[in-house]
Each structure stands twice: as C-alpha cells, then as structure tokens.
C-alpha cells in the first residue's frame, strides 16, 4: 500500500490504483491539456473516477484540485460513483412526461434513496434518466439493464426493482 498525501489529506492507495498511476506517468507528461485524456484513462481502468485518483491528476499537472473536480463534474461521461449492477433508466421525454414518467422517476428516487446519476450503497442499482428511447408508443419507458418495460406505472416500477433485490438474497 502506498500513501497519497494532498493538501493534509492523507489516502491508502489500493494496489490497483497505484499500479494505473505508474502507466499513466508513463504514458502522459503531466500536462494541463492531458487532463481529459488522464481522466478517460482513470475511468476506462475503474469504471469511475475515485476522489484520490482526481487528487493524483492534480498533482501531476499541477492544477488546482479544484479545477481537476470542476471538469470531472461538468462532463456528463464521467462518473465519480461506482455504476451498480443493475442500470435503472426512466425516460423523461414528452411522450412519457405526458403518461407519468416523472412520478414513476421520483417513486424510485424514494424506493431507492438516491437521484439520478447516483448508485445504490449496497451496489446493486445505479439510476439514469435519458430524454427518448425511441419507444414512445409505449410510453412511459423504463429500461433495467437491456430490458425495455413500457407501459410501466409506479407499482410496475416499484415491483421490478424488488423482484431484482429478493432475487440477489435468494
Ligand atoms: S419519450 Fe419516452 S420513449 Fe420517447
């Protein structure tokens, strides 16, 4: 185990992330136009951008970590979260807008106890909404993983994501 020291803050690192650093200085020279570059390799190798990993960016471009948590936040393709096992989408165009998708959207945040881009404690759902699946006579659409339920309702909603837990404890 390594230590990462920035600004007092005093990290274990996990052997994996140490390794990824030793490739990443390899392979960039530490500069500020790298930035988005390192951030995809991060992301690339652990699914998510660990708040050390930002703090290592920073050192080495020597950045402000401020600057470095400002454009992981702002780009929509990177997550500082771990995504869960299970995506749970709901669609939020006008067609499911119009048939109730925001209420089915705000049932889950509560079920779930988290809003969307956020993934479950235990990791077992991750939450996403998307502006159309391309489905909207089947509207409202919510997606888990590659399956597309249409004509859901809150009930409906409620009862995939249960079905989906008691099947991991059983
Ligand atoms: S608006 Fe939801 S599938 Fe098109």
Redesign the pocket.
């Known amino acids: 185990m390594e230590q990462v020291i920035a600004k007092g803050l005093s990290i274990e690192s996990p052997p994996e992330i140490g390794d990824l650093f030793a490739s990443i200085e390899e392979r960039f020279k530490g500069k500020a136009e790298e930035l988005i570059p390192m951030l995809q390799s991060v992301q690339r190798a652990l699914g998510f951008l660990p708040e050390e990993t930002l703090l290592r960016i920073a050192r080495l471009t020597k950045l402000p970590a401020a600057k470095v948590f400002g454009t992981a936040t702002f780009y929509s393709q990177f997550r500082l979260q771990p995504i869960g096992k299970n995506i749970v989408r709901v669609?939020r165009?006008?067609?499911?807008h119009v048939k109730g998708s925001d209420r089915i959207l705000g049932d889950i945040q509560d079920h779930l106890q988290l809003i969307p881009g956020q993934t479950t404690r235990d990791g077992l759902f991750t939450l996403g909404t998307v502006a159309?699946?391309?489905?909207?006579a089947l509207?409202?659409?919510m997606v888990i993983n590659d399956s597309v339920h249409g004509s859901t309702n809150r009930a409906k909603a409620l009862k995939l994501i249960d079905d989906i837990r008691t099947k991991k404890m059983g």
């Open positions: 669609c165009g006008t067609a499911c159309c699946f391309g489905s909207c509207a409202p659409i």
